[in-house]
Nanobody
């Protein structure tokens, strides 16, 4: 059974940083690209960043480019999202996901709140 468990969220002031983690299990993690999504109150789910399986190539939404960094540790079956220079508009529940599975599996997400 595929499981995705996000952690690391919290309350942070504008300009601050957080590092999110997603522990994955139930599938051969190192063979799959991984993504982070977020959903702000009253809005749809937004793709934030993706990292490929083999080359580790990364892609980012324009709204986070230059501030967020996605990475992965295949030995630990974990994908990370380092978030710097956080803004009010980054407030959302953050989820990791496996693009190849077509959105079939989601974790519980981790809440990130940027507030002064």
């Amino acid at each position: 059974q595929v499981q995705l468990v996000e952690s690391g969220g919290g309350l942070v002031q504008p300009g601050g940083s957080l590092r999110l983690s997603c522990a994955a299990s139930g599938f051969p993690f190192k063979m799959y690209s991984m993504s982070w999504y977020r959903q702000a109150p009253g809005k749809g789910r937004e793709l934030v960043a993706t990292i490929t399986a083999n080359t580790g190539r990364t892609n980012y939404a324009d709204s986070v480019k230059g501030r967020f960094t996605i990475s992965r540790d295949n030995a630990e079956n974990t994908v990370y999202l380092q978030m710097n220079s956080l803004k009010f508009e980054d407030t959302a529940v953050y989820y990791c996901n496996v693009p190849s599975f077509g959105g079939a599996f989601w974790g519980q997400g981790t809440q990130v709140t940027v507030s002064s």
